[in-house]
C-alpha cells in the first residue's frame, strides 16, 4: 500500500512541477524549480492544511509537520503531502 501511495504521490508532484520531496521528523521540504506556478486560490487552502505551518524559501516550499504520534511516520506526512500537493 505504501508504495503505491508513493508513486502515485510521485505522479501528483511532477504534474505540479514539484521537483523535490524530502521528509524528516520535524519537516516537509518540497523543492520547486523552473515552471512551478502557485495558484493564488490554493494558499488558503495550504494555510488550511498545515495550520499556516508553511513558509516559502528560495525554490522551496518548507511545511513545519505536527509532533511525533504513534505508528508509523509516513501515517503523518502522507496524507499531509498529498493534500498540500493537490492545492498546489
Do not use: Y
Amino acid at each position: 500500500e505504501t508504495l503505491v501511495e508513493i508513486t502515485k504521490l510521485r505522479s501528483i508532484a511532477l504534474a505540479k512541477r514539484v521537483s523535490r520531496v524530502v521528509v524528516d521528523e520535524r519537516k516537509l521540504t518540497l523543492g520547486v524549480g523552473t515552471g512551478f506556478a502557485l495558484d493564488p486560490a490554493g494558499i488558503p487552502k495550504l494555510q488550511s492544511l498545515t495550520r499556516n505551518r508553511f513558509r516559502f524559501a528560495e525554490g522551496k516550499i518548507l511545511v513545519d509537520l505536527p509532533p511525533a504520534q504513534e505508528g508509523p511516520s509516513e501515517r503523518r506526512w502522507m496524507p499531509l503531502l498529498r493534500g498540500i500537493l493537490e492545492a498546489l
